[in-house]
């Protein structure tokens, strides 16, 4: 299931241009919409209390035990560098999965609430501008616009791929601490 | 009706290195002055097995193979022959042979037959070699690697020069039905052929007879009207014909004669045409054989590592070096084809047996005790289970005794169950320690030693990935101890010690660890020499004041290579350090002490599993961490006369003798936590890496046995943390690596050190 996903991601990496619709779950954060590939969701959960992890970076906000896994949870907002909100009971976070070359990796993202699910022809989506030089971007695939609303689609293994980021990050806050 | 037998390779290459081993030690244990009759049947009957097991399966090098040293087996075992050091030698050689032969078929390669060759012939040499010169030999020689093969190469040239005439003429008249009972005659010969030729040297030539044969209208499809003369050219026993006549015997008219009391006057022009042109190379070469199979032996014994290069070379000597003397004819060019055969693979045949990998072995053998008593603990967790639902389902608050009773049993048999499962993947340390009987003999030998090796705690239990990691640091603490630990013979005499030296191996339990101890009553390290040794790496300062425990560690730094201090036998790659980290890598610890003049003791601690730890609960903050309990020393409430500032943010605590850094997790973690006074708070004083640091906690939990998970599963490896674990309320707690926080903490303060300076 999750290689279907990832064999669709590469098919719109290479542009193939494929009339295949690929069915997206999207969630708000900060009033926009974003997107990620359905397949590579594994559940939605509530928010709840997560054990911090020491020298993390202030994105990883803990690990939490997903029956008997340890699994980290990512606070999107922050991931964005998006202004912070409280938490509340509505907060959501969407479990993640993707493949790595250690094999499958889960992880949790903290988003404000989930929206909807779409389907979208690869055809219909752009490519985002080049803007300002911004780690941030490097997470979007692609825009797309449904029901003229524009939403934002993520790449899910760059953005949770964060071991190089990191290392830096965590030094930078080090280094800042002291 | 075809199985596809190759799904049992595995069990059978399981079984057979299990019958290797059982051979390997049973051999060990021999006493030839005494020889218990039943140790010689256990060795028998493991040979038998993996005999009876390759044949079945078709490994005919093994079958072919076993078979001669299962014939000499059986002589000792009737009594017809007594067991010599000799036979004890090469039965060994023979297990280290089969093992090798095992492991190429296991993985799938073509197994080099030479060593096996080798070793056939000589036990064809033992078999058919008159027991008188063999056991005069045998008196006169010591057990020494070099002497042995002089007397295999002395009977060795004795059996050559007789057995001219080696081999046998069967008459084989089968009853009509036979091939109605399913015995098919083509398969007997063919059997017997490989029989012949697993002998290197043999070949048969089956003439049938037609005579009986009726007209074609008469004939009965079913009915078997031939009858054969098979001539047998090659060494074998009658007994073992016979055997492959066995299940026909009673039906059919077999006689045996043999071929040198027969009249061969068909055969006879046929082998003259082929003896003539032999003859000539054989002369020639005969004497050339016996001597290079010796030297061959020789090397073969004498080292077993890095021989290719000096056995080609003893090849070549041998054979320019020629003596024509009388040689036996028939076997002219068997030998001539031997000599190419040995020269053919001496020289690739170092190279893929030490690049060789056996396969992993990925079953496990369980006893059925083991097994029988977790199918009981799941029966009662069946009845709990049914009790609480029942309970469950006509619930009221009068009930609530009865299912708290129900819950506690529950938890009961949760744990027992666990301790089961956990049971299964434990093995008795004798695994491990099975390897080194062999080992210290034959190291003992090369090195010219008395050792006795004496092994306690062989059924200690302990994880079954702990045992297949240990075993090479066991080794080289081992090797270690016999080449430097151990001093030779005279010198310990003129110590007034006794002449062999002791190497204990000895495993026990020690709360949730398991410690293994090596320990030599050799001359014990010294010190200076070390510590000479570090000035000159650099390690240490000239004037560095050092205690002993702090001298004797530097042995496993990573610049003090072996290699400086010793001779061939350490020094094989894998240092101190090596073993040390190997250890470290399971969680466990290498101490040594060592008294000088009376020697060593390096103790190996390690814990029982890998997925479990016993485990201390702290607060820090809203947190909490688990120290394993096996690193805490103490725990103590500080007070303001402990304390003491240096450098202005490290302090540092003055406990009994030792000055202890203090550090805060909430330091070394960067969480958010209010820092408390440091006075009057609760100190947990933990060991790692022989270092003791203590740490600042708010609050002092329970302890528990915790199951490690993985962090870096879903995240990524965190500095001073080992893991993961779940709480009985479903939370995660992180597991703190106290060598990781020693580290850390060091490393830390050298920073705040760099930065204040």
Redesign the interface.
């Known amino acids: 299931m999750t290689n279907a996903a990832q064999q669709s991601q590469n098919d719109k990496a290479s542009g193939a241009g494929s009339d295949d619709e690929q069915q997206y779950l999207t969630f708000i954060m900060a009033g926009e919409e974003y997107g990620v590939d359905i397949l590579a969701v594994q559940e939605i959960r509530g928010w709840e ?8 970076p202030d994105y ?1 906000k ?4 997903l029956r ?5 949870i990512m606070d999107l907002r922050s991931r964005f560098s998006l202004e912070r909100v409280e938490y509340s009971p509505v907060t959501v976070v969407i479990i993640l999965k993707f493949e790595t070359e ?2 499958e ?3 949790g993202i903290v988003v404000d609430a989930v929206s909807d699910v779409h389907s979208i022809s690869d055809s219909d989506t752009r490519n985002s501008p080049e803007l300002i030089e911004d780690l941030n971007t490097e997470f979007i695939r692609s825009l797309v616009s449904v029901d003229d609303n524009m939403i934002i689609l993520l790449d899910v293994q760059r953005l949770l791929t ?2 190089k980021q ?1 290392l830096n990050i965590a030094t930078d ?2 280094a800042d ?2 | 009706m075809s199985i596809d037998l190759s799904q049992f390779h595995q069990v059978f290459f399981e079984e057979s290195f299990e019958g290797l081993d059982i051979m390997e030690s049973s051999l060990l244990a021999l006493d030839l002055a005494e020889v218990d009759a039943e140790t010689i049947n256990t060795i028998f009957r493991a040979a038998h097995s993996i005999k009876g097991g390759a044949g079945t399966f078709g490994f005919m090098q093994i079958s072919g193979f076993t078979h001669v040293l299962e014939t000499l087996l059986d002589q000792i075992r009737s009594g017809e022959r007594d067991i010599e050091q000799v036979h004890v030698d090469m039965f060994l050689e023979c297990v280290d042979c089969l093992r090798g032969l095992m492991g190429d078929l296991q993985a799938g390669t073509e197994p080099d037959m030479t060593q096996a060759d080798d070793l056939k012939a000589k036990f064809e040499a033992i078999l058919s070699g008159n027991p008188e010169a063999g056991s005069a030999e045998n008196t006169a020689e010591n057990s020494s690697a070099e002497e042995v093969s002089a007397g295999v190469q002395k009977s060795d040239s004795a059996s050559l020069s007789g057995s001219d005439e080696d081999g046998w003429k069967i008459e084989f008249i089968p009853c009509e039905d036979v091939l109605c009972t399913g015995n098919e005659p083509y398969r007997m010969f063919r059997e017997l052929q490989d029989l012949a030729e697993a002998e290197g040297n043999g070949s048969i030539e089956v003439i049938p007879h037609l005579d009986e044969l009726p007209e074609f209208s008469k004939m009965h499809p079913e009915m078997c009207y031939l009858s054969w003369t098979i001539i047998v050219r090659s060494g074998i026993e009658l007994s073992d014909i016979e055997e492959i006549f066995e299940w026909v015997v009673d039906d059919c008219e077999i006689t045996y004669k043999r071929l040198a009391d027969c009249d061969l006057s068909v055969l006879e022009n046929h082998h003259r045409q082929e003896g003539s042109s032999e003859n000539i190379e054989a002369e020639t070469v005969i004497s050339n054989v016996v001597e290079s199979e010796a030297v061959e032996s020789a090397v073969v014994e004498s080292a077993d590592d890095d021989n290719s290069v000096n056995d080609s070379d003893a090849l070549e000597s041998a054979e320019s070096n020629k003596l024509p003397e009388n040689a036996p004819e028939t076997h002219a060019a068997a030998v001539n084809e031997k000599i190419e055969k040995a020269l053919e693979k001496v020289a690739p045949k170092a190279a893929p047996s030490a690049a060789k990998k056996p396969a992993e072995n990925t079953s496990i053998r369980v006893s059925i005790d083991k097994i029988d008593g977790l199918i009981n603990m799941v029966g009662e967790l069946v009845i709990t289970q049914s009790m609480l639902g029942q309970l469950g389902q006509e619930f009221d608050v009068s009930r609530i005794q009865r299912l708290q009773e129900g819950l506690q049993q529950l938890e009961q048999n949760t744990r027992e169950l666990q301790e089961s499962v956990m049971k299964i993947r434990m093995l008795p340390i004798s695994f491990a320690f099975s390897r080194f009987p062999r080992l210290v003999r034959d190291l003992s030998k090369q090195l010219d030693k008395e050792v006795d090796l004496v092994m306690l705690g062989e059924n200690t239990e302990l994880d079954k990935t702990v045992m297949e990691k240990i075993g090479d640091p066991l080794v080289h603490l081992v090797r270690n101890s016999l080449d430097h630990g151990l001093e030779g013979v005279k010198e310990r005499t003129d110590n007034g010690k006794t002449s062999a030296g002791t190497i204990t191996l000895n495993a026990y339990h020690h709360g949730g660890n398991i410690v293994i101890e090596v320990q030599d009553d050799g001359a014990g390290l010294n010190k200076d020499r070390i510590r000479s040794k570090a000035v000159e790496k650099g390690l240490i300062a000239e004037d560095e004041h050092l205690t002993d425990g702090q001298i004797y560690d530097l042995i496993f730094q990573p610049g003090f290579s072996t290699a400086d201090v010793v001779s061939d036998v350490s020094g094989r790659g894998v240092g101190m350090d090596v073993v040390r980290r190997n250890i470290a890598e399971l969680n466990g610890s290498i101490d040594v002490s060592s008294t000088p003049g009376k020697g060593s003791i390096f103790s190996i601690r390690l814990p029982l599993t890998l997925a479990i730890l016993d485990g201390q609960l702290v607060k820090v903050g809203d947190e909490v961490y688990i120290f394993p309990l096996v690193s805490i020393v103490e725990s103590i409430q500080l007070e303001k006369s402990m304390l003491n500032n240096i450098t202005g943010s490290q302090f540092v605590m003055q406990l009994r003798d030792d000055y202890v850094p203090i550090v805060c997790l909430q330091d070394i973690f960067n969480i958010d936590a209010e820092k408390k006074d440091l006075e009057g708070a609760m100190l947990v004083v933990v060991e790692g890496d022989n270092e003791k640091i203590g740490i600042v906690v708010d609050e002092l939990l329970g302890q528990q046995q915790v199951v490690i998970k993985s962090l870096e599963q879903n995240y990524q490896k965190v500095d001073s943390i080992s893991g993961a674990t779940i709480l009985g309320d479903g939370t995660v707690a992180l597991i703190v690596d106290i060598s990781g926080l020693n580290n850390h903490s060091s490393d830390k303060n050298s920073d705040e050190q760099t930065q204040a300076a």
Do not use: F
């Open positions: 209390a997560t054990t911090v992890v020491p020298n993390a990883i803990g690990v939490i035990n008997g896994t340890i699994v980290p250690r094999g990796r889960v992880m964060i071991d990191l806050v080090a601490n002291e």
